[in-house]
């Protein structure tokens, strides 16, 4: 019997953290436009988190969680899961020789 796995926890960029609330607005159908105002930002902030070039403070998370009616910890987990796909994309890359 193989030895069991462990599971590696991966602490989440803000580029996860971007592609996870970019993934969470588009399943509501909304635009930067609409988020960031009910969020209370500027759409180029709020662009800017999702392209994972700004590091938001909690204040802004916050009001994201709230403008897409969410707990804070569902933008923690998914930007964690984003994490974990983008680990196994690479691995899958490297196996098929496809990265350098």
Do not use: C
Request: aromatic content about 4%; overall charge positive; glycine content about 4%.
């Amino acid at each position: 019997m193989p030895p069991p796995t462990l599971a590696v926890h991966i602490t989440p960029t803000n580029a996860a953290l971007g592609v996870a609330i970019r993934f969470l607005r588009r399943a509501r159908k909304l635009t930067i436009e609409d988020l960031a105002y009910t969020a209370d930002m500027h759409p180029t902030y709020l662009s800017g988190i999702e392209r994972g070039v700004r590091n938001p403070t909690w204040e802004k998370l916050t009001a994201l969680a709230r403008a897409l009616d969410i707990p804070v910890s569902t933008l923690a987990r998914d930007a964690e899961v984003q994490m974990q796909l983008a680990a196994r994309i690479r691995e899958a890359r490297l196996d098929l020789g496809l990265a350098a």
